[in-house]
């Protein structure tokens, strides 16, 4: 097509005139300033025809930093709020520090398992008539299904492990809870506490 329309041979033999779009350079005119996200560019040929072409412009946006030299943006003032590090875990902050869960299980053997239940049950008994012990017990189960011949023991000290401390003590010093502890052993296939 160049050559076609800058060849004087190639003229001189054509029928046709080549085309003024590529003989002329266009005139382009500046977009227009009403929308500034889609513009308008009019360019107009020399011979008179005028060709509207839409240009897309990028979206400019305002700066999120904030006009008056603070490092804070209003946008961060809207969306964020400052949440101070904690220096303790999150299921220590939840938990209450005066209050200590003791949960005992133990496995029974099949054949003592009448003589563990009176053992224990004299052991509660000591423990429920020592009235300087902040010690309680909540519940005491038996398991049916799953792991038979079990029984859990949950057990709540008021006063922190300072309490816990001190109850071990005192029930460590009574010689009837020591020999029920020590009787209690023989009835056992294992134990554990958490």
């Known amino acids: 097509f160049r050559d076609q329309q800058f060849n004087p041979a190639f003229r001189a033999n054509s029928p046709k005139k080549p085309p003024a779009v590529a003989a002329f350079p266009p005139k382009v005119t500046p977009p227009l300033k009403s929308n500034p996200v889609f513009a308008m560019t009019s360019v107009t040929f020399r011979l008179g025809k005028a060709f509207h072409v839409p240009l897309v412009r990028n979206l400019a946006t305002t700066s999120a930093l904030a006009r008056d030299g603070s490092s804070e943006s209003w946008l961060s003032k809207l969306l964020v709020r400052k949440i101070e ?105 294992s134990r554990h506490l958490q």
């Open 85 to 189: 590090p904690t220096k303790e875990s999150h299921s220590r902050m939840l938990s209450d520090k005066e209050i200590i869960y003791e949960l005992h299980t133990h496995n029974i053997r099949p054949d003592s398992v009448g003589k563990y239940l009176e053992n224990y049950k004299k052991s509660v008994e000591i423990v429920s008539s020592k009235k300087d012990l902040t010690i309680e017990l909540i519940g005491s189960w038996n398991v049916d299904v799953g792991d038979l011949d079990q029984c859990l023991h949950l057990w709540r000290y008021t006063g922190g492990f300072e309490m816990v401390d001190q109850s071990k003590k005192v029930l460590c010093s009574d010689p009837d809870y020591v020999q029920l502890t020590q009787e209690r052993g023989t009835y056992l296939r």
